[in-house]
């Protein structure tokens, strides 16, 4: 089924169990690689012919989705993917400044300087510049910019951790919405990442929280002036 293809199910650092969680994941990795646009309908009977199962696992992960605020409920028609608008970007870097502080100052707490040293390799040896293409956005979450879930994992709240990657999602898709964005995104992030970890191998919260504050704020702002130009 093609639900259960490397590009659909190398997903989440939890177990895909269920024909639930699979056709949600490979839903979700399509909204977030925009092979749906804005305001899209979701129908479930076409959902199913498309995804080759049945309609209750693509009712189930419609609800899910729909919980987790990415679609919405259309009575009597189906579902509608919610477009970005400016208020979901000022809330979810709110929200993503708030939480990777936190993470941060939790990794300095409870990490050694070993696991901050490979955090350390593992984003040098992040590929440089943006993808051509991205047909896993979970693997572009993981791959393209480790730093936040690095420090997410070091934390050692499982909570956090959970809500960090969400809050990494909700960023990939506005990331991958364009190619300016996604070019842009990544442009000097190597070297900010680098002088994050190194500002906690000294356990200098302040500045380390200061840099990631700056290197997320970047994000931010590139995202809301593509959003200004009116793309889409």
């Known amino acids: 089924m093609q639900v ?15 024909l639930t969680d699979q056709v949600y994941i ?16 979701l129908v479930e009977g076409k959902l199913a012919k498309q995804y080759k199962v049945s309609k209750t696992p693509i009712r ?20 509608r993917l919610k477009p970005i608008r400016v208020s979901d970007v000022e809330e979810i870097f709110e929200m993503r ?3 990777e502080k936190e993470a941060i100052r939790l990794a300095a707490l409870r990490a050694d ?10 984003v040098l040896n992040s ?3 943006p993808p051509n293409a991205v047909s896993d956005p979970e693997h572009f979450i993981s791959e393209r910019d480790p730093l936040h879930l690095g420090l997410a994992t070091l934390a050692g709240n499982e909570r956090l951790k959970r809500l960090i990657y969400q809050l990494l999602r909700d960023w990939t898709r506005m990331c991958l919405s364009t190619r300016e964005v996604r070019e842009k995104a990544f442009a000097g992030e190597k070297g ?36 200004t130009l009116g793309t889409r």
């Open 192 to 227: 900010n990442c680098q002088k994050i970890c190194e500002a906690l191998l000294k356990r200098d919260v302040e500045s380390a929280q200061a840099l990631l504050v700056s290197h997320i704020m970047y994000s931010k702002n590139l995202i809301l002036s593509q959003m």
């Open 127 to 129: 590929p440089i510049g």
């Open 60 to 79: 189930e992960a419609l609800a899910l989705l729909s919980q987790e605020g990415w679609i919405e409920v259309l009575p009597h028609v189906g579902y």
């Open 4 to 18: 259960t293809d490397g590009r659909h199910v190398r997903a989440s650092s939890t177990k895909v169990s269920t």
């Open 26 to 41: 490979a839903i979700r990795n399509d909204i977030l690689s925009w092979k749906y646009s804005p305001n899209a309908i």
């Open 97 to 99: 400044v708030m939480a």
């Open 113 to 122: 300087d070993e696991q901050f040293e490979k955090l350390l390799e593992e």
